[in-house]
């Protein structure tokens, strides 16, 4: 049951216009798993991990959702999956937050459930709070954001994605935006969602932070997977010249 | 030094009000359904077809460039010849001027829209919330505030548009304030009134629209 499958890419490519930022990406994430996508800015990590919730859709190869092939449509057909399922089974928390500035924090966290799942209010209101609760943001349910500090919209945000009780979270660069002070308490959720069993993909600049939760970490570059394996493989012992320039930059 | 004399003026005053109703008719009216061919001509320009943006941007600029008198009556002496049937002065006008003013809207509608930022419409797809739903609950409701001030700029100007249609004899507040100046020989005191009338519709109304506009920008 552990060696599930939940995400398969073959072959996966992505350009933009003439520009190929993926150039065959070929991944298996099982469930439970959490992978960490590091990389050079440019190494296609971003669109990689957008790719996996169709926020980009890809130009070749094919992306598989539990052995459910992923359709080009918002509505699937026949055996394939359509995006639109994809993306209510699959969680993103994006760099900016992305927050919904004309909802409270409670109706952030609700809109997805009630528009998507058709949840009654009580229903959607009660495990909202209950998930505010976890990301210890219970006090702020009536704020609006742009009351809340940048580590506190992530929170929400995050909130705001396990409100709809996807299989997967994917995780795009969460702290870089935040004061480094604020990045230690969206951390701390991310890792308990990891302690949890949650299957995650985060990209991510925070080094000690994916060798810490990530149960695989993956080298992007220059549109390719060059290296993955254990945190301790990858970022300890690094095989090419191009991963151990890389690491050194934050070793310093 | 000229005698006003507003009594023998104040006799028509029911022809006053019943223009005043007109203008306020043709207003609301040509509001609306301008409203409906803006969302159009708005919808039409962001979408990925390109006839459709096409057909949208050539509306508005035949529209936009255009003087609305021209178009008036073109819409009520001209295109009957085309058609081979008469149009009323009342369908031509109404028309022609939710025509012109949707041209406008449409543009303030597609710059409210594209004012919000895209991460909002993925923020929403990555819920699994459709097009259509992204637009009712996420765009719509912060594009609408940001078009506001626009709208009803442009909907002021809208009502003092109205009076163009006296070109073509319908009984809005210019044409019958130029039937009381026939019968008075007033001008001064016709003219007059005619232009306090339309003060007090718009005064209220640009009032309420800075209030309005405080209220929203301290709801941000």
Redesign the interface.
Known sequence: MNEEIVISLKGMTKDFGALKVLKGIDLDIKKGEVVALIGPSGSGKSTLIRCL?M?ESPTGGDFYFMGSKIAST?KGKGDETGI??L??RV??V?Q?F?????RNVLENIC??PK??LKQPKVEAEKYAMELLAKVGLADKHNAFP?HLSGGQKQRV?IA??L??RPDVMLFDEVTSALDPELVGEVLQVVRSLADSGMTMILVTHEMAFAADIADRVIFLEDGFISESGTPEDVLVHPKSERLQAFLARYHN | MYQWDFYTVMQSMDLFLSGLTVTFTYTIGSIALGVVFGLLAAFARLSRFFVLRLLARSYQELFRCTPLLVQILWAFYALPLLLGFTISNKIAGLMTLSLYVGAFYGEIFRGGINAI?K??T??????????G?IMR??IM??AI?KMLPAFINQSVIQVKNTSLLYAISVAELTYMTYVVNGETYRPLESYTIAAIMYFMLLFPLTQFADLFERRMRRS?
Do not use: C
């Open positions: 919730n926020m918002f639109g399922e993306r209510r969680g993103m994006f900016h992305n927050l919904f500035p004309h809109m997805g528009t998507v742009s945000a705001r994605a409100a709809m | 930022d991460g909002q993925e923020a929403g797809a990555a819920v699994g919330m459709s097009n739903q609950n996420i409701p912060q505030k941000d």
